[in-house]
Each structure stands twice: as structure tokens, then as C-alpha cells.
């Protein structure tokens, strides 16, 4: 409010400038500088919120004095007159080329403009005509219009297309971060949960075979296998969704250590045979939780072995002596091929000798 009034009274001043002297002649100021000053207050009135109303108001007070401008060119060449004002300029030329460049900051549509400048272009048009239609006055007028409304109001345009271009950088930018987000959350429930809870299916199908048991423990124990295999169902669904077709593959490894994975493993009732030769390679920890987590699910009950040397990982099992745990059809050997390509290797899966063997090939 304190700016819109500072604003009133500097455009009022000048308005004011422009008009006949009010000491000397107050009924022609108030014939003539009068209403240019309620035109005036109208176009501050509503100039922030519709600066083409308020262009629309300020066009009696436009560029259409032709004597003052801001250059004088000689046009003898082309023209009988040798001065030739370039731009005319009058005491509200400034107000007007700001609310000009509010408009093409603020007015989205091209129609209401394109109509505002067809009728300032009429205006101009006709200031020429009324003055004698000389070649001299449509330069004149040509070049006020141009830099009084056009080159302001293009300014404004190109200001606010790049303000958009940068607001929309700026939610590119916030998307691929959520994404990421996702896809580090997928990860991470798919080596953590994922292999917990296989590791938890596989002590509840030894359990369940344990000699021992009356029938109501061992109906216990399926019951809690089949659980977590309804859960690892469910954990992978939810990865589904929180990975997108366009997501890159999670290229993070996992940091636990491959003996501390082998260990929780066996303490879960897995027959696992290790062999580690130093130094082992980055991913060998995801290269081993993932072949273990995929041999507890699909595989239950069979033997494995992890073979881990510098340039080569792998993981194989024997053939299943229970049900699966859950369906295969997982993203975690596509995520693991795009950490193997990433680090220069290959990855190799598939079946052997009723089995299955995961083998990631590193320089």
C-alpha cells in the first residue's frame, strides 16, 4: 500500500507536469489535468493485480506528442523533414513502460494483450492521421509504440517465461529426488526385509519338520512359513510400486560384511559352505545376500556355496527340498546387473545340475 501511494503521487506529479500551469489557468487544469488525474489514480488503483486495465487507462497520456523524443535523426535522405523524433517520450512514458512489462510478466493469455496493442496501434494511427499523416510522424509513431509498449512488454514476456523454465527445473529437480527417494527405499527393504524374511521362512520350514513336534507346533510352524512367504510376496509388490519403469536400477551396494552374512544365514538353519579369498571385491556383500536371499526363497533346504575371490563371486545351490517361499519374478538380480555393468564386470544366472548359480565376473 505505502508503494501503490508513493506511486500515485510521483505519477500525479507528473500528470500534473504535462497539463496547463493551475496558478496561471485552474479552470483549463481542471478541464484537462483533472481527469487525466482520476485516469491516473484508476490505473495505480488496479495496476498491480491488471496492469493491461491500467495500460488501458494511461492511453490518453501515451506517446503521442511527437515534439520531444529520446534521439533526433537527420532522415534528409528519405524524408523532407532533417529532425525526426526517435521514441517519443512524455512525462508518463516510464509509468507506462513499467505497467507494459507487468503485462507480459503477468497476463498469461496472448489474446487480451494482442487486443490492448491492436487498440494503442489504432490510437497511434489516428494521432497520425489527425496530424497530417506526415512519413515523418508514423517513425515517430512507430518507434514510441515499439519502445513504450512492445519491448517492455516483451521484456515482462521473456522475464516470466524463464521464471517458469526455473520453477519447472526446480520440480524436475524435487521429482527425481522422490525418485531417488523410492528406489533407495526399494533397495533397502529389498536386501534388508527380503532377506530377513527369507532367513525367517527358512527356520520355520526347519521347524516344522523338526521330529518332536506335536501336530498343533507343526501346524504353527507352516503356518508361520507360509506367512513369511505371503509377506516377501507383499514385500515385492511394494517394491514394485515404489520402483518406477523409468527408475535406474539401485546402484548402491550392500556394506554388510559376506561372513556376517554367511553366519546370520546359518543361524537360521541354511547349509552354507564358504570359501573367502582376499581382497574380496565391493559387491560381493550384494552379490551374497542376494544369492542367499534367492536360495532361501526358491530353494529351501538345499545346500549352498558361496565362493568369493577377488575377481569372481558366486553363489550356488543345490536342488530345493521344500516349497518355495515365494514367486520368482524379483528386481533384485536386475538392480545387481546394473551394479556388476557399472563396475566394468558381468553377471551370470541360471540353473545347474538342478540348482541355481548366481556368478557376478569383475576385472
Known sequence: MVVDLLLWMLLCAFVAAMGPDPFLDPAAFGTVTGPRLVLASAAVLVGRRQPLAALALLLPLGPWRFSEGFATVDLSWLLPRTGVKILPLVPTSPFIMGYAYMTGRREAGP?????????????????????????????????????????????????????????QARLSAEAQARLRERARIARD??????HDLALIAVRAAGLELAPGLDPAQARAAGELREAAGDATERLRQIIGLLREDADAAPLAPVNEDVTELVRRARDSGMAIDLDVAEPAP???????????????????????????????????????????????????????????????GTLTAGAVDGGYELVVELP
Open 111 to 167: 489474446w487480451r494483450p494482442v487486443a490492448a496493442f491492436g487498440l494503442i496501434t489504432a490510437v497511434g494511427v489516428a494521432v497520425v492521421l489527425g496530424a497530417g499523416g506526415d512519413l515523418a510522424l508514423w517513425v515517430s509513431m512507430v518507434t514510441g509504440l515499439a519502445g513504450t509498449y512492445l519491448v517492455p512488454y516483451l521484456l515482462g514476456l521473456v522475464r516470466r517465461l524463464v521464471i517458469r523454465q526455473r520453477g
Open 189 to 194: 527393504m529389498h536386501d534388508s526385509l527380503g
Open 282 to 344: 565391493a559387491l560381493a556383500g550384494a552379490v551374497v545376500q542376494e544369492g542367499l536371499t534367492n536360495a532361501a526363497k526358491h530353494a529351501p533346504g538345499a545346500a549352498v556355496r558361496v565362493s568369493v575371490g577377488p575377481g569372481r563371486v558366486s553363489v550356488r545351490n543345490g536342488p530345493a527340498r521344500g516349497r518355495p517361499v515365494a514367486r520368482p519374478g524379483g528386481m533384485g538380480l536386475a538392480g545387481l546387473a546394473e551394479r556388476a555393468r557399472l563396475a566394468g
